[in-house]
């Protein structure tokens, strides 16, 4: 590992602090190096707060040092006035010497001006360390800018014999297939994405709160299919406790504050329909959780980025077949007696 790489490393695993708080802006960390020390390093942690860099900088205790120093940045500086100034300008206005970057924003405001700016004001720029591993760290940030879509995570949990639900049940209750380690942390995944969506049946059989009560951080909003308004206001999701968007054929629904409905034909090109309103509606990433239905059909349409499947002990014989999905898993782990395979879209 190079000495670039350490840094812009540990620019990551700042950066990664911000996940779930940052929306709509990307997670960026920042290290400044004199004389081969750390003497500064700071990540974005929410919209409006100041950036990675500000952070950085306002880190480090003798600021004389900044003239002689290396600014690590796992994203490109911003060069546009936003909610917070550019930081190309405090880099320059520091006389900081030498930036290294990771990679380049993709935002079109951003989108190389920033490097643009530092390499015209006179400073060494050295682009596209670890570029991988940061455009990993942003990969919902890019897919929103460059597809027009949020990064779509699939979730489903099914038993060892392939079923995701029973036939049926007694109450509008989940059927609990893995154990409470597995559903903490999809309720940590939960804080981390900006939405969370399920079909009309999983709301009328289970009675979903969709929220992260089992993990510490924001509630996601709740997306919710409901094609000709089967979900009435008994049911939890509508409980105003956190934002929803319904998507539905219906025009009898007025939106309220915490209450949005979005029209559509639920028709071949549902999932695309799906898509546009939560671009429209700034949401970068969404957990789609079920039911089979729902996630066939995103997986039908082919517009997915990752699959999180859980595979518990339980046996059912008889259900509702799980959703089927191509490929081999980039990961595996053991929680307990459940497993977790991940997939990705190739």
Known sequence: MTTHEFYMKRCIELAKNGLGTTYPNPLVGSVIVHNDKIIGEG?????????????????VKDKSLLKEATIYVSLEPCSHFGKTPPCCDLIIAHEIPNVVIGTVDPFAKVAGNGIKRL????KNVTVGILEDECNELNKRFFTFHQKQRPYIILKWAET??????????EEKAPVWITNQYSRQVVHKWRTE???ILVGTNTVLNDNPKLDAREFSGNNPIRVVLDKSGKVSKNFNVKDNSQKTIFITESEKYTSTENCNYENTIFDVNLVRSICDILYKNNIQSIIIEGGTKTLQTFIDANLWDEARVFRGKKIFQNGIIAPIISGNPVARFDIINDELKIFKQL
């Open 43 to 59: 990540w974005h942690k929410k919209a409006g707060e100041p950036h990675a860099e500000v952070n950085a900088v306002n880190s």
């Open 119 to 122: 390499v015209e004001s006179g």
């Open 160 to 169: 060892a014999d392939g079923f995701i639900a029973p036939v049926s049940k």
């Open 193 to 195: 994405e900006q939405a």
